[in-house]
T-cell receptor, first 114, second 113 residues
């Protein structure tokens, strides 16, 4: 069964500091990986996705993630945090043959302080 | 492209009552998914449709839950005899065929008293 682990349920950074949100997945076949962001009382918005090809993926709002097969990781980064980045972030995985249903991690709440 | 819409956004009901939620996907998307998200957790898959056919249901979907997509457009999710454990955010998503991005609606937050 596919699974996703997000290390750190809460991460706090200062405005302007590096953001690093961790995601590890378990897989016996090549995964498709996603990062979504959720603002309070809203649905999920796609930040970026990895399917095939280039392992460094750039997304919206200055976020990027790198697929590392050897480490089974897909960590999300942003060089400089902004107050508007404060939200809940979810990593998700799917695989060929799973009808594209997504398996999500438990989420990481990002707090950005002045 | 008006995005995925869900109605209502909020629902408060008493235990034992039936509730129905509606999801309108992006118009050209033939796949439609329902997820449930409880407090502090990530969304969990409930069921999905390709056009009007319901192709998979999670074990999370008890007999009290039923979903339909009668004309391959909008979908409804009904919960019969609600229980307090049904309190959650119910999310709908739609996509083009397999492995394309899922676009989520704003969700329906259900509170069962």
């Amino acid at each position: 069964a596919q699974s996703v682990t997000q290390l750190g349920s809460h991460v706090s950074v200062s405005e302007g500091a590096l953001v690093l949100l961790r995601c590890n997945y378990s897989s016996s076949v090549p995964p498709y990986l996603f990062w979504y962001v959720q603002y309070p009382n809203q649905g999920l918005q796609l930040l970026l996705k990895y399917t095939t090809g280039a392992t460094l993926v750039k997304g919206i709002n200055g976020f990027e993630a790198e697929f590392k097969k050897s480490e089974t990781s897909f960590h999300l980064t942003k060089p400089s945090a902004h107050m508007s980045d404060a939200a809940e972030y979810f990593c998700a995985v799917t695989y060929t043959g799973t009808a594209s249903k997504l398996t999500f991690g438990t989420g990481t709440r990002l707090q950005v302080t002045l | 492209d008006t995005g995925v819409s869900q109605d209502p956004r909020h629902k408060i009901t008493k235990r034992g009552q039936n509730v129905t939620f509606r999801c309108d996907p992006i118009s050209e998307h033939n796949r439609l998914y329902w997820y449930r998200q409880t407090l502090g957790q990530g969304p969990e898959f409930l069921t999905y449709f390709q056009n009007e056919a319901q192709l998979e249901k999670s074990r999370l979907l008890s007999d009290r839950f039923s979903a339909e997509r009668p004309k391959g457009s909008f979908s409804t999710l009904e919960i019969q005899r609600t229980e307090q454990g049904d309190s959650a955010m119910y999310l709908c998503a739609s996509s083009l065929p397999i492995l394309e991005t899922q676009y989520f609606g704003p969700g329906t937050r259900l509170l069962v008293l």
